[in-house]
DNA sequence: CCTAAAATCTCTTATAGTGAGATTATGACG
DNA sequence: CGTCATAATCTCACTATAAGAGATTTTAGG
């Protein structure tokens, strides 16, 4: 049921509900009855319900208690203070990629990406950044899935050149997008590592017009180096 | 199980859930795939669970959603802007309350109030200036509730003086409170209201030394008359 | 106060879950 | 690569719980 809330439809009456889920009203109305008790749902106006408190409140304990959140913030502050940009990290859930920690230094960012908007897999710099660093039976399904937005992007026509590109990523420790994800948006990203495994991405997000040839490069260093020690940082925490 | 994922700890092994749920290992890992495969958790370090993306997105859509973040934030920038302080909004959930939105003009403000803080009933601007426009059968079983809360913060002794104390708050259309919740810290508070009841309250927290007589009075005015246009915006928005 | 709609209740019938014990999968180590 | 310990899953008999038709109660609006 609560996968029904979306933002196309953030909102739901009972009778909407039960003609979606096929259930009578007496069933439809003890399953709300529950996701109400536990704060899931929430009646809203007009009769209708939305997600409730107990998703705010479980997301904050998340964003508490995520190691990787308390390494990343600090280099977060630093890279958005240094440039013009967005900084962020997306999370890899071995499925789907969700921003999960993110700070811009301008007002009106080319890119906007708050805590958990969902991204796409197929383009951009932080998915190849991630899919250079998975295993190849990992990262062989990807390529298979994505394979029209990899081809509609310039990655590579076959899974050959694709997972050629894919070397290049891992070689240079860091992948750079122009425009894939938004037009007139750059995007640099390089991996967070696990025990050489990506669990998620740092990237820097800049308006074209701001982001040229060398300055790409100097960039490039830096968050990857960041990347790099928020890698040590997050994985040693959690250790100790 | 998913209320076993606190603060104080965010993280739990299979072993551990077992014996506090008291589930034995086929239940136990049943329900564990399940809460995987929702979203709900996901694995972490060290063969132990924590919060999962799902908790994350459905944030996510619950923010974006929220036609009282959309009506709020225009005036927690303002009045972020307007004094050194932190601005935010509080949700009354009827039973909880919690914070939805927050907005910092300090580097490191007083008091810290991130989206999905826990806020505490008995004491706080906030949580008077909800109390103050409660109908009397609704407050009367949380001034009974937290009476020792409101009598060690001088609210009033008795149920009387509470309920005169929480008048003399619905008059003024604001609640002011000196050091209740963070020592040092003031905060101003005014409910927002649909159709005369309040769902939150919007509040201006601000250091001590900054906020003296006349300026209480001031950031009061606003405070009350932001509350004011967004209790319109916000009930407006969902009729149409 | 009346009425329509929202919401809940009762109870028969239907469906699903738990856990003991067995088995398989995985990871670490030599 | 083989071994072993642990993590994780499977099977199935027994137990528990849920769905929904129809009735009833509660709530909200006029």
Redesign the pocket.
Known sequence: MLDLFTEARPQW???ELMKEL????????????SLKDSGFVM?TRG?RFALGPRVVEMDYLSRRSDPLIAAATPHLERLSAAHPCTALVVRWYGEKMLCVASIASVVNPVSSYPRGRPMAMGRGAIARSIMAFLPKQRVMPLVTRYAADLRSVGVGDTSDEILAALKRVRRAGVAVAFGEVTPGAVGIAAPILDAGYPIASLCITIAGPHAKGELIDRISAEVREAARRISEAATDGTTS
């Open positions: 009456s009972p009778e096929g259930y009578t009203r007496p069933t439809l109305y003890r399953y709300l009855k009646p009769g």
